[in-house]
């Protein structure tokens, strides 16, 4: 699975973000970031996203611009995000502070030693909060990125990679959905 693909999949009515995806997977396209931080945030958006097609072909392109332990820490990224977006986005909602004083009581010991640079992981982190809809993992993963150096350029840039991975992965979903309901896709 190809980048290439995938956009011939996302229909006219989407193809605002076919163009989209077109330009945030490119280092001009994302000011602010490095190339390897473009990368690591667009494995980590699209493993949250949950298209395994666009994960794969987002994979498939990152590893030409990864080192495999960049890879990994993209995916450890998504993954320890999967649990703490739920958790402390219920800490947050449930309109009861005594939570918030709790020890959570889940292991994360992936984010004290990600195994890559620390403020890349929590970028990949931010990206994979603005996907899931955590405001409290948003606010302090942005905070630790913004303290470390990164401008609002590069965070902006970030959650234009998720988001426009959010949209595409949801066209996908949507029109895989339509076709196996006997619905004629526009993309086909």
Known sequence: MTLELIKTRIPDYARDLKLNLGSVLTPQGVPGLTEAQLWLTAVASAIACGNPALTAAVETAAAAKLEPAQMEGARAAAAIMGMNNVYYR????????????????????????????????????????????????????????????????????AVRIAATLAGVAGVLDYEAGRTSAGGQSEAA
Do not use: W
């Open 90 to 157: 219920f800490t947050h909602l449930v309109e009861d502070e005594e939570y918030s004083r709790l020890p959570a009581r889940l292991r994360m010991n992936v984010m004290a030693n990600p195994g890559i640079d620390k403020v890349d992981f929590e970028l990949a982190s931010l990206a994979v909060s603005a996907v899931r809809g955590c405001g409290k993992c948003i606010v302090a993963h942005e905070r630790v990125v913004r303290q470390a150096g990164l401008g609002r350029e590069a965070v902006q840039s």
